[in-house]
């Protein structure tokens, strides 16, 4: 009998992205039964997958690393509290097993007496022993169908896999990590506010499955809370699957604005004219956001305080570590402050956000074309990070523009995502001229046949960002296809 699977644990063991698996099952290419996948059926579509050849675990480590860095997902155990209970769990369904094995074995021995009991039936009776015994020590004497059942086995010790309603969406809880955190690293957009039981705003409602307390909580749920299954996400993680019941953000409109206090973790170049401005948020008080959007950061002076509005370049599934791309820009007193060496590392600056809507959306999508100039890359970054971790895109272009010599200060990141990601493209052009690189740059995705069936995301200066919108328009992209950000 053929062993279910979620679509989670069924990309991970064929080592494609849950995007893919999903958009086969909408094709009809894939079965998809009560929301499992059967091993038998995923075989029939990917005939190569076994134990030896996949490469399912090291593909998608190395797309994780490249994709996000180690400082997101450390590939570590689960604590051997969390570890002894899922291996319990596995041997209580491995005892269930064997006592329906047995009682199957008691029935056909007294079948098999039952057609002995007269003479007559004695030469039948022999036959039916014979033929069921042989038929069993075929069964039990061979090797396993295939290597995903051992595959599986192995997986729901190391993974525990959540599934949320009513959204549907699924996640797989590694190592240590609390279910928020999992969550997080996922792509999803749940519920929470402080991240260490102080707020209360992550509770969720377990529907199946047993969680364990890793973290102490400050915040008290009510005995009515507790009775009907509620826990904090930021402090248990997983035992075994799960399924909870939470709400989830879908847009901008959904993440409230936030003030907090974050200090200056670092500050390195990027490029002659670009820096990396790394700011590590307090424990207690993380920035909710969306993958796309920008923050307000202002430093304090005697004077009046400094401020400057820039879209965050890294993922929220690392929302404690604020990444931003910050140009050289006479314009900007921030700016200047920040490449003058004015600002140091421990000092504070205030944050205020989130703010735009340079989203992805809730939808998955089958492609998705990013077009960026200079550092307008910042907030593509962000976007291409967080898809890869919501593994809710099929496949992705990536155009970027540079003007001036340092323009693609991470075209190394590019390509190793590219490297990293099968289904991952990536071209890079320079022009002086942000207008006329817009327009090659359109030319090409247009020319490459994205824009059938593709989302278009376009960043950067006035003239690049209103050239490439008019001309993809011009090219058919509907309304609702096209997203801009001026940065």
Not at 214 to 223: K, M, R, V, W
Not at 225 to 246: F, N, S, W
Request: hydrophobic share 45%.
């Amino acid at each position: 009998m053929s062993r279910a699977l979620t679509v989670s644990r069924a990309a991970q063991l064929v080592g494609v992205s849950r995007a893919v698996l999903q958009r086969m099952i909408r094709a009809g290419e894939l079965a998809q039964y009560d929301g499992l996948v059967e091993i038998d059926e995923l075989l029939r579509v990917f005939p190569k997958a076994s134990l030896e050849d996949s490469g399912a675990f090291e593909r998608v480590t190395r797309i994780r690393e490249e994709s996000f860095g180690r400082r997101v997902r450390e590939h570590v155990l689960p604590s051997p509290e969390v570890l002894s209970q899922r291996l319990f769990a596995q041997s209580q369904e491995l005892a269930e097993m064997r006592r329906h094995l047995q009682a199957y074995h008691a029935l056909l021995a007294e079948a098999i007496a039952h057609l002995g009991s007269g003479p007559a039936r004695a030469e039948l009776a022999g036959q039916a022993r014979e033929l069921l015994e042989r038929g069993l020590a075929r069964i039990l004497g061979s090797e396993p169908e295939h290597h995903l059942d051992a595959m599986t086995d192995m997986l729901k010790l190391v993974y525990a896999n959540v599934v949320v309603r009513p959204s549907g969406h699924e996640f797989l809880v590694q190592g240590n990590d609390s279910i928020l955190q999992a969550g997080l690293k996922a792509g999803l957009g749940l519920n929470y506010g402080c991240a260490g039981g102080n707020c209360g705003l992550c509770k969720a409602r377990v529907i199946s499955g047993e969680t364990r307390q890793i973290l102490h909580a400050d915040y008290g749920l009510s005995a009515a809370e507790r009775a009907q299954g509620y826990v904090l996400l930021c402090a248990h993680t997983a035992l075994g699957d799960l399924v909870i019941e939470t709400l989830e953000a879908r847009s901008p409109a959904d993440i409230p604005q936030q003030d907090l206090v974050a200090k200056v973790r670092a500050i390195r170049p990027l490029g002659p004219n670009t820096l990396l401005l790394h700011l590590q948020a307090p424990r207690s008080a993380r920035l909710r956001f969306l993958a796309g959007q920008c923050a307000t950061l202002g430093l304090a002076q005697p004077g009046g305080d400094l401020q400057a509005t820039w879209p965050i370049a890294s993922c929220p599934c690392d929302d404690r570590n604020l990444h931003f791309h910050v140009a050289r820009d006479d314009a900007n007193a921030l700016a200047g402050h920040l490449f003058a060496g004015r600002v140091g590392v421990g000092e504070a600056l205030n944050v205020r956000g989130p703010s735009g809507d340079f989203v992805l959306g809730d939808d998955s999508l089958p492609r998705v074309a990013f077009l960026a100039c200079d550092t307008g890359f910042a907030p593509v970054k962000s976007l291409i990070e967080h898809a890869m971790a919501a593994e809710t895109v099929e496949r992705f272009a990536l155009y970027w523009l540079a003007t001036r010599p340092d323009g693609q200060y991470l075209a190394n990141q590019c390509e190793a995502w590219a490297d990293a990601f099968d289904e991952f493209a990536y071209f890079a052009a320079s022009d002086d001229d942000p207008a006329r690189g817009a327009s090659a740059l359109t030319q090409r995705a247009v020319g490459d046949g994205v824009h059938a069936e593709s989302r278009f995301f376009v960043a950067g200066p006035q003239a690049f960002v209103d050239t490439a919108t008019r001309l993809l328009r011009d090219a058919g992209v509907p309304g609702h296809g096209l997203r801009a950000s001026v940065c």
